[in-house]
């Protein structure tokens, strides 16, 4: 086995869905809103969001956070996270 060390040259740096990005757009603020959580939660849902197999599901957890985002009402690990 061959294991290979490397650094992360910007360890806050979360790749985004199309489809997150997509929703982050629709509204000014809600992208500056979601750069202001941890990495982490940023990490979390762009995995959520990821993992869907079909384009609609994507869309439709995209949607989901974008709601949360507006509402205020975003929870991690069954807290609330405060942005």
């Given at each position: 086995m061959t294991v290979e060390i490397?650094?992360?040259e910007n360890p806050g740096h979360v790749e985004l869905p199309e489809e997150?990005?997509?929703a982050l757009e629709l509204e000014d603020g809600?992208?500056?809103r979601f750069e202001?959580?941890?990495t982490g939660i940023r990490r979390s849902m762009a995995y959520w969001v990821n993992s869907g197999k079909r384009p609609e599901t994507?869309?439709?957890r995209?949607?989901?956070i974008l709601r949360r985002l507006q509402s205020g009402r975003?929870?991690?690990g069954g807290?609330?996270?405060k942005f």
């Open positions: 490397s650094r992360v997150l990005i997509a809600l992208r500056e202001k959580l941890g994507r869309a439709q995209a949607v989901e975003l929870v991690s807290k609330p996270v």
